[in-house]
């Protein structure tokens, strides 16, 4: 049985390797020099974050030796108040990633349910939402989540 934790300092060379390896898997690192710079950045930004808690992450470890084989992440973005959201806070759900060898498992669902819960009862919040990758799409719809096409971004 997987354990399912909040990540912590300790976690953060293996939460970047895994932020990593998605962005290699869906394409976003083209070459080595890109990782690299990726890597320093990635490390630096948790190191202030995450003991902040400007970012929270979970882990699911899987065996006796603890190998982290799943994560999760959780940004919160504060916005004005609207008539669907009074308090004005909404989360991001980024960074779901879990090792091939360990998908299909259930350790992204647990995830999920931990951040979803994590936000319904220690939060205001009253919004979560995510970018989907093909794959996880319908995990994502299983747990309620649904799409919408209000999104329009800019890239400079």
């Not at 992450?57 to 504060?78: C, K, M, N």
């Amino acid at each position: 049985m997987p354990l399912i934790r909040r990540a912590t300092s300790a976690d953060i060379a293996t939460l970047t390797a895994l932020r990593l390896a998605l962005l290699r898997e869906t394409g976003k690192i083209v070459d080595e020099q890109q990782e690299r710079r990726l890597r320093e950045l990635t490390d630096s930004y948790l190191l202030r974050a995450l003991p902040r808690e400007e970012f929270l992450a979970w882990v699911a470890e899987v065996d006796e030796q603890r190998t982290i084989a799943a994560t999760g992440g959780l940004v919160f973005l504060h916005r004005p108040p609207s008539s669907e959201n009074e308090a004005g806070l909404e989360g991001y759900v980024l960074n779901m990633y879990t090792l091939p060898a360990w998908r299909g498992q259930g350790l992204a669902r647990a995830i999920l349910r931990q951040i979803v819960t994590y936000a319904r009862q220690q939060t205001p919040a009253r919004r979560l939402w995510l970018r989907a990758t093909a794959a996880g799409r319908s995990l994502y719809a299983s747990e309620g989540f649904v799409p919408t096409t209000r999104e329009m971004e800019l890239l400079w």
